[in-house]
Nanobody, 121 residues
Framework: QVQLVESGGGLVQAGGSLRLSCVAS????????MGWYRQAPGKQRELVAD???????KYADSVKGRFTISKNNAKNTVYLQMNSVKPEDTAVYYC???????????????WGQGTQVTVSS
């Protein structure tokens, strides 16, 4: 079982910056894609950004040019650098990682517990 622990959320003023981190841990696994999703009150969970094993990235149109996703393969960690944040970025941010669990050689998709990001105007 692959577990994810997120950190870095909090309260930030509009125009400010915040960096989220997510660490994956488990006994034996590979990682394919690492990503960040968010869910605002009353809205569906949406993809913010993800990064593939080869480093290809994908962003939601609403965050392009402001957010940057990156990873450290040696630390099984994915980051989301959030710059020029806006009140509409307020949401619970969830980390998602998928790959192969070598304990049973089956695919997995794990979610973090979520971290609250609140942007004040």
């Amino acid at each position: 079982q692959v577990q994810l622990v997120e950190s870095g959320g909090g309260l930030v003023q509009a125009g400010g910056s915040l960096r989220l981190s997510c660490v994956a841990s488990g006994s034996s696994f590979s990682i394919n894609t690492m990503g960040w999703y968010r869910q605002a009150p009353g809205k569906q969970r949406e993809l913010v950004a993800d990064i593939s094993s080869s480093g290809n990235t994908k962003y939601a149109d609403s965050v392009k040019g402001r957010f940057t996703i990156s990873k450290n393969n040696a630390k099984n960690t994915v980051y989301l650098q959030m710059n020029s944040v806006k009140p509409e970025d307020t949401a619970v941010y969830y980390c998602n990682v998928d790959g192969i669990d070598y304990n049973d050689y089956k695919g997995y998709s794990s979610w973090g517990q979520g971290t609250q990001v609140t942007v004040s105007s």
